[in-house]
């Protein structure tokens, strides 16, 4: 998939900043180097930080640094953040569905999104296997433990820091054993983990 000759930076990073410091800028550097490798075909010769200070307009609460990036160089801005709650989901299946890294050319996933109906947003089904909503990881909770699906589409910086840490384990969720589920919680670097959030599984419309 290549989309550089319509978008002059093919791939971002949404980046949290908490009072004016990065969060977890080692995962969103590893999965850069990872993104530019298989896009590029080759090593990127600057960092994902490098030359990015935060002015002092955005040194105070949540703030969301987005990064665009190419081959050669990259492009960034800051704004400020407002959390946009997500309790309610539709599952809406697509057997195509790419999204693996993180593409400025968002198109598909937001044709998707049209169709959540009354919900927050949407969660896609590929062959009948959970993946992610249009723009989180999602994990679910059995009661004792958190789980969040083998299937997913985009390996997201705080899904992958929550399985590190041992706080959520994967499994092969589908929609057959959804409902096996008692809760759930969407997460990505703008929405970290929060052991009490847990809405119903019954939020989720099939």
Not at 28 to 41: D, G, M, P, S, T
Not at 44 to 57: K, M, Q, R, V, W
Request: proline content about 2%; some cysteine.
């Amino acid at each position: 998939m290549n989309y550089s000759t319509k978008y002059t930076f093919p791939l971002f990073e949404s980046v949290c900043v908490k009072d004016g410091l990065i969060q977890h800028a080692n995962y969103h550097e590893n999965r850069f180097n990872v993104a530019f490798q298989r896009y590029f075909k080759k090593e990127a010769s600057y960092t994902l930080f490098d030359g990015i200070e935060i002015p002092s307009t955005f040194t105070n609460g949540i703030v969301k640094l987005r990064i665009s990036y190419g081959e050669h160089t990259k492009d960034w801005k800051f704004s400020n953040y407002s959390k946009k709650p997500i309790k309610t989901l539709q599952l809406v299946e697509h057997k195509n569905i790419e999204y693996d890294l993180k593409f400025e050319d968002r198109s598909q996933l937001q044709s998707l999104y049209q169709k959540r109906n009354l919900c927050d947003d949407i969660l896609l089904l590929k062959n009948g296997f959970v993946t992610d909503t249009s723009y989180c990881n999602i994990i679910f909770y059995d009661g004792k433990v958190w789980y969040t699906p083998h299937s997913y589409l985009l390996n997201g910086t705080c899904r992958q820091r929550l399985i590190d840490a041992g706080i959520v384990k994967t499994a092969n969720i589908t929609s057959k054993n959804l409902h096996s589920y008692k809760g759930f919680q969407v997460i990505n670097a703008m929405l970290d983990f929060c052991e009490t959030e847990i809405n119903p599984i019954s939020n989720i419309k099939l």
